[in-house]
C-alpha cells in the first residue's frame, strides 16, 4: 500500500517507515502537522493515512483526517496513544492502534485496514443490490 505518515515526531515515522518499507509499502511521505498532511494527501495520493492525534503547532490529526477524506477520498488508520479521542472520531478513520504497539500489530491493523478498503469500495453487480454499512471497525477499546 501507499502510505502516508502523519506523526509529529520524527525519530517514530522514520522508524515505523523503515519497518513498513521492509514489510512492502511504500512510504509516500511523513507530515509532522494537519495542513502538511491534507497537502500531502493530495499531492500524493496514498491508499491511507497512518495519524497520529496530536501533531505540531498545535494541529490535530482528527482534523487532518476529516480534511483528508473530504478533500481527496484518503482514509486514516489513527496510530495514537490517545484512544478516547480516536473512539470520538471513528466516523473519520477506519479504526485505531494504540500507542505503544508492535511492528507485528502494525501490520497487522494495515492489513485489516486495507480489507476494510477494498469492501468499502465494492460496487454492486445489480442495480437491484444495496450494501449497508457493517459494525464499525474496532480497536480502540
Do not use: N
Not at 34 to 43: I, S
Not at 56 to 71: H, K, N
Amino acid at each position: 500500500m501507499k502510505l502516508l505518515l502523519v506523526e509529529d515526531h520524527l525519530l517514530v515515522a522514520q522508524a515505523m517507515g523503515l519497518y513498513l518499507t521492509e514489510a512492502g509499502h511504500e512510504i509516500v511521505g511523513i507530515a509532522a502537522d494537519a495542513h502538511e498532511a491534507v497537502e500531502l494527501a493530495g499531492d500524493m495520493h496514498p491508499d491511507l493515512a497512518l495519524v497520529d492525534i496530536q501533531l505540531a503547532y498545535g494541529t490535530s490529526g482528527i482534523d487532518a483526517a476529516r480534511e483528508m477524506l473530504a478533500q481527496h477520498d484518503v482514509w486514516s488508520l489513527f496510530v495514537t496513544s490517545q484512544y478516547d479521542a480516536a473512539r470520538a472520531a471513528k466516523d473519520t478513520a477506519v479504526g485505531c492502534l494504540r500507542k505503544p504497539h508492535t511492528g507485528y500489530d502494525l501490520i497487522a491493523a494495515i492489513q485489516a485496514a486495507e480489507d476494510y478498503l477494498k469492501i468499502k469500495k465494492l460496487t454492486p453487480c445489480s442495480s437491484g443490490l444495496e450494501f449497508y454499512e457493517g459494525p464499525s471497525v474496532r480497536g480502540c477499546r
